[in-house]
């Protein structure tokens, strides 16, 4: 990863603001081209985590200048799972930041992005993660993108235009790992027991009638304090990683809701899990006792 782990605070405050990427003013987007040569320019060239950070800010920029505009949903799988014209620009405008500072390296993104890289490393983007709840005019939204280094080394940014907060992790391939909030550093997760903290979960209302997902879920769910199913991943994992949530529990979770958010919550002091079990990968992520319950659980039933 570019990008001494000394600096990387340093140069992560930096990227929140002097160039971070913020490119809206007023009702307008700047230009993608002079969004991109500002990118060059600045901390971003050369930071990985700086670059990541600028790129989840502007997919979080045109998702809240689009929402308030008329939106096409074109339908993907289901009712619920679509796209608007803001996934598209937004992963749109990521892909060019990347293809020109980072050429060498592969793009895989929810909307079809992909591009084959010779480096080694993987640029995983969700461009709006929640777009139903986004269309709908909620706030439980963001934009994330992960960056899959060499062995364990992974980097994660979530912005979440609605509440001004920005979240950033970086894990080393030594395992050395820290996250931060706004450019300041988050805690780490507390030791607490799955009886006393909250799980994000979600689980579609066709899977209710297979009993296959639906009993380890039930049994993992059943020794939590509480459910919430709030529609988007990335916002989940977010805030397990800040301690707002005890842990996340969702099974064959796509790549771009994963590996954002498992950056924070190991930068954080916690873990992640994906265990299989009856012909389903369950992706869990918390602190380790919470996490290891949760597996405990999952594979009783």
């Not at 600028?54 to 998702?63: D, Q, S």
């Not at 300041?184 to 997760?189: A, E, F, S, T």
Request: hydrophobic share 40%; net charge negative; aromatic share 6%.
């Amino acid at each position: 990863m570019r990008g001494s782990p000394g600096n990387a605070q340093s140069g992560h405050a930096q990227s929140g603001h002097a160039q971070s990427g913020h490119a809206q003013s007023g009702n307008r987007l700047s230009e993608t081209e002079v969004w991109i040569a500002a990118l060059a320019g600045g901390a971003a060239a050369e930071d990985d985590l700086a670059l990541a950070e600028a790129l989840v800010r502007r997919g979080a920029e045109i998702g809240a200048y689009w929402q308030r505009r008329p939106l096409t949903r074109t339908r993907k799988t289901s009712v619920s799972d679509f796209f608007t014209e803001a996934d598209a620009r937004a992963e749109a405008d990521i892909v060019a930041a990347l293809t020109q500072l980072r050429p060498d390296d592969a793009i895989v993104g929810e909307e079809g992005a992909n591009a084959i890289g010779r480096s080694g490393r993987s640029w995983i983007i969700d461009p709006i993660d929640g777009t139903y709840n986004y269309a709908s005019g909620l706030d439980h939204w963001c934009s994330a993108i992960a960056l899959r280094g060499n062995g364990s080394a992974l980097i994660g940014a979530v912005c979440q235009a609605t509440c001004d907060e920005t979240w950033t992790g970086r894990v080393e391939e030594d395992g050395q790992a820290q996250s931060w909030l706004n450019g300041i550093p988050l805690p780490r997760l507390p030791d607490r027991a799955l009886s006393e903290v909250s799980i994000a979960t979600y689980l579609h209302p066709t899977r209710f009638g297979q009993p296959e997902i639906m009993q380890p879920w039930l049994a993992a769910c059943a020794g939590s304090a509480t459910l919430r199913m709030l529609g988007s991943g990335s916002c989940d994992i977010a805030r397990v990683a800040a301690g707002r949530l005890g842990a996340f529990l969702q099974h064959s979770t796509p790549d771009w809701d994963w590996f954002p958010g498992v950056a924070l919550v190991i930068g954080a002091g916690g873990t992640s899990r994906v265990v299989e079990h009856r012909g389903y990968r369950w992706h869990v992520a918390g602190g380790a006792r919470v996490v290891d319950r949760l597996s405990e659980l999952l594979t009783s039933a």
